[in-house]
């Protein structure tokens, strides 16, 4: 499928569409998308491949804000559900292509804006600020989330990194993930998050229990764990927004 576009009309090759408009504006996400892809595969070219990918995440932004391994795994998972509508031509190589330039767009931005490197995390305030940047309010599914720190509490990277991205009413966050991201960026502690789409951040028993698992977790592996926040609604908890299972004790 080396010339994919070939196959398309006029009419809807995406190139031709970018070039020909008054403002990128115009062109639909897939579109843009199908610009960086290049190729799909057999029977499936390279529009429907992109509008597949845009489906695996939801949104936009949540593509945008993925690295290669979160593209890998979104892939995975979407062909696992969708058995007779699999993404496509979709290997390593274009995921670390994709990886890069979504990775150039959020450095463009981090230049206009704060680098939370410099920050110096002591509360739980402070890392609810941050993590509520990385998840938009009214997403329909939970998501797990890692903020690695060095031994003075300073985020090692620009933004969190999302290790898990789960159904409507659940995430499975293994502590193989959430610490071989921490091991990844040599994090001497993290502070973990997730949200909760019903928009009350009440933790729940498995939230506890699975808190528990990597409290021990961190032990073993001298990874120290901060805090596990749990994400709601801005005006949940009394307008605080979030649930720190520290203050309540889960965490000693």
Known sequence: MANDFKTLSDKVKPREQLRDAVSPSELKPEALLAILLRTGAAGCNVLETARRLLDAFGSVAELVRSDWRTLERHVRDYNKRHGDRKIKGVGQLKMLELAAAFE??????????????????????????IFREAVHIGEEQESFLVLPLDAKRHPLCTAPLRVTYGLADQTVAHPREVFKAAIRWGAQAIIIAHNHPSGDPTPSKDDIRLTERLVEASHILGIQLLDHLILGTPDSEGGRGFVSLRKMGVLT
């Open 104 to 129: 150039l767009v959020r450095r463009g931005y981090e230049l206009e804006g704060e680098d939370i490197r410099q920050l110096n995390i002591t509360k739980p305030e402070e890392s609810y600020r």
